[in-house]
């Protein structure tokens, strides 16, 4: 079996010998290897001290990590942050992109990891004195500290999306705080009328609906590149496991049942990774039906993910249950990855309905699909 690197070159190389040295580090918590890294410059335009990359670039260090199991918000803080950030007027945006590549503003978006970005879950009231923020978000990814929040909410009356920089100091506490399936550190914030002054709301209207749909689109891209890493790594765990243990006086490699269960897990990486290469040429030369495309390739995934994932842990039998093995935390992680921006319910609900009957599908989905998670 050959697994050749999705997105080879400098960046794959750094960020696995970092997952390699950290492969059983659950909590950075003090830390922030993202940014010591200098991974937050990636997509940063060069003219505000970025590194003006590609998404490919930062699928690289994506994959790098997933390889070896580690956790970091890379997508949120490298992809949908920066994006995001570029609907702002261009001394805002650039003013706020450098303070980001020199390291003295740590922004991390305000939005749920288990839902499309489209998906606001906050209204903004107008004041005299600027908006109130009203609503609540769960699953916000909380990995690292944060200076600043990027905060999407609707705006009453008129329905427009609007994005807010919130100084973390401003913020409520958490209302809740866990560690989801694959060991994220996630909390949940609720927001009862949170006042922000006016220059804080710093994009709105079509130009932020744009970027929303861009860092949506990268959001789901990368979630791809580290399923499909993920893959790969939890194939390969299972033929090293089948072949190093023995029953019956004979390696389990040489039963024909999970020689076929492995195989088959091998197409469907190939089919997996095959669908993955497709969606980034799809986005490079920016086709006009690449929601489409994702949402498609999300829907196969998710069912790719968790057909191996549990095919893993059988054929692991009780080591398939340890988290010390590391071809568990990749099940997890494929198990999880389901649920990253829009689960494979609320995506094929957009495929097969109007938005207005998506709309009423995406929340029976959501009531349906709750992620597994654990207090603190």
Same mark, same amino acid.
């Given at each position: 079996?050959?697994?050749?690197?999705?997105?080879?070159?400098?960046?794959?190389?750094?960020?696995?010998?970092?997952?390699?040295?950290?492969?059983?580090?659950?909590?950075?918590?003090?830390?922030?290897?993202?940014?010591?890294?200098?991974?937050?410059?990636?997509?940063?335009?060069?003219?505000?001290?970025?590194?003006?990359?590609?998404? !490919?670039?930062?699928?690289?260090?994506?994959?790098?990590?997933?390889?070896?199991?580690?956790?970091?918000?890379?997508?949120?803080?490298?992809?949908?942050?920066?994006?995001?950030?570029?609907?702002?007027?261009?001394?805002?945006?650039?003013?706020?992109?450098?303070?980001?590549?020199?390291? !003295?503003?740590?922004?991390?978006?305000?939005?749920?990891?288990?839902?499309?970005?489209?998906?606001?879950?906050?209204?903004?009231?107008?004041?005299?004195?600027?908006?109130?923020?009203?609503?609540?978000?769960?699953?916000?990814?909380?990995?690292?500290?944060?200076?600043?929040?990027?905060?999407?909410?609707?705006?009453?009356?008129?329905?427009?999306?609007?994005?807010?920089?919130?100084?973390?100091?401003?913020?409520?506490?958490? !209302?809740?705080?866990?560690?989801?399936?694959?060991?994220?550190?996630?909390?949940?914030?609720?927001?009862?009328?949170?006042?922000?002054?006016?220059?804080?709301?710093?994009?709105?209207?079509?130009?932020?609906?744009?970027?929303?749909?861009?860092?949506?689109?990268?959001?789901?891209?990368?979630?791809?590149?580290?399923?499909?890493?993920?893959?790969?790594?939890?194939?390969?765990?299972?033929?090293?496991?089948?072949?190093?243990?023995?029953?019956?006086?004979?390696?389990?490699?040489?039963?024909?049942?999970?020689?076929?269960?492995?195989?088959?897990?091998?197409?469907?990486?190939?089919?997996?990774?095959?669908?993955?290469?497709?969606?980034?040429?799809?986005?490079?030369?920016?086709?006009?039906?690449?929601?489409?495309?994702?949402?498609?390739?999300?829907?196969?995934?998710?069912?790719?993910?968790?057909?191996?994932?549990?095919?893993?842990?059988?054929?692991?039998?009780?080591?398939?249950? !340890?988290?010390?093995?590391?071809?568990?935390?990749?099940?997890?992680?494929?198990?999880?990855?389901?649920?990253?921006?829009?689960?494979?319910?609320?995506?094929?609900?957009?495929?097969?309905?109007?938005?207005?009957?998506?709309?009423?599908?995406?929340?029976?989905?959501?009531?349906?699909?709750?992620?597994?998670?654990?207090?603190?």
């Amino acid at each position: 079996m050959s697994f050749t690197p999705l997105f080879p070159g400098m960046l794959l190389d750094a960020a696995a010998r970092f997952a390699q040295d950290n492969e059983t580090t659950r909590d950075f918590a003090g830390t922030d290897p993202v940014r010591e890294m200098g991974w937050t410059c990636t997509l940063v335009p060069e003219e505000a001290g970025g590194v003006g990359g590609t998404l !490919s670039d930062l699928a690289s260090i994506v994959v790098g990590l997933a390889t070896h199991g580690v956790h970091l918000p890379v997508i949120e803080t490298c992809a949908v942050a920066p994006l995001l950030l570029q609907a702002a007027n261009a001394d805002t945006s650039a003013r706020w992109l450098e303070a980001v590549c020199e390291g !003295s503003a740590k922004i991390a978006p305000l939005t749920s990891l288990s839902a499309s970005l489209d998906e606001v879950a906050l209204t903004a009231k107008q004041l005299d004195i600027g908006y109130a923020l009203t609503g609540e978000v769960k699953g916000v990814d909380v990995s690292l500290a944060a200076t600043h929040h990027l905060v999407p909410a609707l705006l009453q009356g008129s329905g427009e999306t609007a994005l807010f920089l919130v100084d973390h100091e401003h913020m409520p506490a958490p !209302s809740a705080t866990y560690r989801t399936m694959e060991g994220r550190r996630s909390a949940d914030f609720r927001l009862d009328g949170l006042t922000v002054p006016a220059v804080a709301c710093i994009a709105r209207g079509a130009a932020l609906d744009s970027a929303i749909e861009q860092a949506d689109n990268a959001a789901l891209l990368l979630t791809a590149a580290d399923t499909v890493a993920a893959l790969a790594t939890l194939i390969e765990q299972t033929v090293k496991h089948l072949q190093e243990r023995r029953q019956f006086g004979v390696a389990l490699a040489s039963f024909q049942v999970l020689r076929h269960r492995t195989a088959d897990m091998y197409v469907r990486y190939l089919c997996a990774k095959g669908l993955l290469m497709h969606a980034f040429q799809e986005h490079e030369r920016g086709a006009a039906d690449l929601r489409r495309t994702l949402r498609l390739m999300k829907v196969a995934l998710a069912e790719t993910a968790r057909l191996c994932a549990e095919g893993a842990i059988q054929m692991h039998g009780g080591m398939g249950v !340890s988290e010390e093995v590391l071809a568990t935390r990749m099940a997890q992680r494929l198990l999880a990855s389901e649920f990253r921006y829009g689960d494979r319910m609320a995506h094929a609900s957009r495929l097969l309905y109007s938005p207005t009957e998506a709309a009423a599908a995406d929340a029976a989905a959501r009531g349906m699909s709750h992620v597994a998670r654990s207090s603190s």
